[in-house]
């Protein structure tokens, strides 16, 4: 099967598996917040994101506040996310950036975002795709494995997030590439899991190249 063919086969079963394609970050619609979690979802859960920021938005509720911010006093509230002192300092910095450059909002395009402290091209498709409505893939961990594993990309072994979003992007209509990435990080949760991906059974397990041999006899 044709990758472009893999990825629409892909893209409709999803979408009818998961009807709903939700980014897990509970940021309540502000792409200010959503670049805020983006940034500390580094190495660190969702979860523990969304736990986190309710105390730390009631603390710095905008770019602004957070711009004027002690990264010293930012850390206390993101201890638990990992990485404090640097994800405080880049909260910081990102918020001041988007205050005096920007005035006040969130860039709609990867060049300025780019510019913004402690985003790379991950967050800033997240904020283009979620946000403002652009192609984008998100490659995270779950879309670089799985994609990978199903043999949209890589050749079976995942690669580099660069080269995961590039080859996605061609095989992937613009319009399904943000929603994609949603549901193959709900679909990494709850059936293709790293380490035990439930294949008996998987709604992608007839397309799938790297299927276990043990799970699909």
Excluded at 37 to 52: E, F, H, I, K, P
Aim: aromatic content about 6%; overall charge positive.
């Amino acid at each position: 099967m044709k990758k472009t063919e893999l990825a629409k086969t892909v893209v409709n079963r999803l979408k009818e598996k998961y009807p709903s394609a939700q980014c897990a970050l509970r940021y309540e619609g502000d792409p200010w917040r959503l670049l805020v979690m983006g940034r500390l979802s580094a190495q660190c859960t969702d979860a523990r994101v969304n736990v986190v920021c309710p105390a730390l938005f009631e603390a710095y509720p905008d770019a602004a506040h957070m711009a004027k911010a002690d990264p010293g006093d930012v850390g206390k509230y993101i201890f638990s996310c990992g990485l404090y002192n640097s994800k405080a300092r880049d909260l910081v910095g990102m918020s001041a950036r988007i205050t005096d450059v920007y005035g006040g909002k969130v860039p709609d395009n990867m060049k300025d975002l780019l510019t913004l402290p402690g985003v790379g091209r991950k967050i800033a498709n997240l904020i283009l795709g979620d946000i403002y409505g652009k192609p984008a893939i998100v490659a995270d961990t779950h879309c670089i494995r799985i994609a990978a594993r199903l043999g949209m990309c890589g050749e079976g072994k995942p690669l580099s997030p660069e080269k995961t979003e590039k080859e996605l992007s061609a095989v992937v209509e613009p319009d399904e590439q943000a929603d994609l990435c949603h549901r193959l990080v709900m679909f990494g949760r709850e059936v293709c899991s790293a380490r035990s991906p439930r294949c008996d059974g998987c709604i992608l397990s007839d397309v799938c190249e790297n299927r276990l041999d043990t799970a699909s006899k």
